[in-house]
Every structure is written in structure tokens, then in C-alpha cells.
Antibody, heavy 119, light 110 residues
């Protein structure tokens, strides 16, 4: 069974750094992009970017380029999303998804990680 | 920038059929595959249609997708509506591997 398991909820203060994770299992982790999607409270889905674990090829949404960093550790089948300096506006649920090659459809989704940034 | 536009909300009665549209802003929506995800309240998204009209394993055949090239739009149709279909539905496509989401449509099953 394919699973994407994300790290738990986080509460941070503005200016702090954070790294959340998404661990894949049940498939060849390196062979599929992992995408990250933001959902702000009461809002829709926003694509942040994606990474190809085999070679760490990156695609960032222009809206998130320079704001976050995507990375992977193939040895533990895990993708990461990190911030160096959080803002209150980063408060959201973040989802990872396994992405099919070719048409880039989201084959599986993680359960989401709630990040709350508040002073 | 390529954009996808969906109606904000639709509603229909149990047992009926509902169609949700997704219109591309420019070019041809048919030039890139369209996928649809369902998000129930408090849950992660779930893909119900991929590559315009294919269903992932486990998704009921009450869900179907289509493309209308003449109107540059895609549609998600749900037949035999059930209370459990009440959710937000998002269309999504890719331009050069970059994802684009529609704004989402809230489906209410009356």
C-alpha cells in the first residue's frame, strides 16, 4: 500500500525556522516527484513546487520561489519543506503528494501538516 | 499565466446528477491534462479523475470527467449523488510541469 506520512502539527513564532517532512512507503520513492501544496485557512489549494528524488530536480511556483526550500533524503524516503524565517501568513495546512510522471497527476496525498505561526 | 476558473458553489439533491466546470484562461485546456480532486471537510484531498477522464482505482464510476475543446473547458460529472459526495472539488492542470489549481467548487448535497 502506498502511503505518504507527514510530520505532526507545529506551532512557531514569527522569525523562527521550520522543516516539515513527508515520508513515502510502498513504492519506489526516487521514481516519482513529490509536490507540496499549501492550503490557508478557509482557502483553496496552492501549488508550491515539486522535487524529483532521483536527482533532486526542482520546480518552484513563482509565488513561492525564494520563500521556501524543498529537499529530499533518498536514504530515508523522505521529502522536506523548510522555511528559514516564518511569517504569520505562513499559517496553513501543507500537503505533500506523489506525482505521476508524464501528466503530473497527484496519485497519492499525505494527511497534511498544520503549521501555526503566532507571536 | 494560465488560470483555471470554477464556479464557487453548486448544489443538487441526492440521487441526481451534477456537473462542475473548469474553464481555462488562455490557449487550449485540451493541450494539457486536467485532473480533479475531492476534499471533504477536515480531510486531505483525494484525486477522483486524472488525465481528463480516467478514474484511479477505488473511485466509483459515478465520477466521470470530460473535455470540451469548443469552450476550452473541462467538466467533472457526479451521478447518483450521495451525502458523502458533499465536498470541495478542485480542477488542476500542468503547464511545463508547473501545477495550476482552479479556485475550487463547494458541492452541497441538499
Amino acid at each position: 500500500e502506498v502511503q505518504l506520512v507527514q510530520s505532526g502539527a507545529e506551532v512557531k513564532k514569527p522569525g523562527e525556522s521550520l522543516k516539515i517532512s513527508c515520508q513515502g512507503s510502498g513504492y519506489t520513492f526516487a521514481a516519482y516527484y513529490i509536490a507540496w501544496v499549501r492550503q490557508m485557512p478557509g482557502k483553496g489549494l496552492e501549488w508550491m513546487g515539486m522535487i524529483y528524488p532521483a536527482d533532486s530536480e526542482l520546480k518552484y511556483s513563482p509565488s513561492f520561489q525564494g520563500q521556501v526550500t524543498l529537499s529530499v533524503d533518498k536514504s530515508v524516503n523522505t521529502a522536506y519543506l523548510q522555511w528559514s524565517s516564518l511569517r504569520a501568513s505562513d499559517t496553513a495546512v501543507y500537503y505533500c503528494a506523489r506525482v505521476a510522471s508524464g501528466s503530473y497527476w497527484p496519485m497519492n496525498w499525505g494527511q497534511g501538516t498544520l503549521v501555526t505561526v503566532s507571536s | 499565466n494560465f488560470m483555471l476558473t470554477q464556479p464557487h458553489s453548486v448544489s443538487e439533491s441526492p440521487g441526481k446528477t451534477v456537473t462542475i466546470s473548469c474553464t481555462g484562461s488562455s490557449g487550449s485546456i485540451a493541450g494539457n491534462y486536467v485532473h480533479w480532486s475531492q476534499q471533504r471537510p477536515g480531510s486531505a484531498p483525494l484525486t477522483v479523475i486524472y488525465d481528463n477522464d480516467d478514474r484511479p482505482s477505488g473511485v466509483p464510476d459515478r465520477f466521470s470527467g470530460s473535455i470540451d475543446r469548443s469552450s476550452n473547458s473541462a467538466s467533472l460529472t457526479i451521478s447518483g449523488l450521495r451525502a458523502e459526495d458533499e465536498a470541495d472539488y478542485y480542477c488542476q492542470s500542468s503547464e511545463n510541469g508547473n501545477w495550476v489549481f482552479g479556485g475550487g467548487t463547494k458541492l452541497t448535497v441538499l
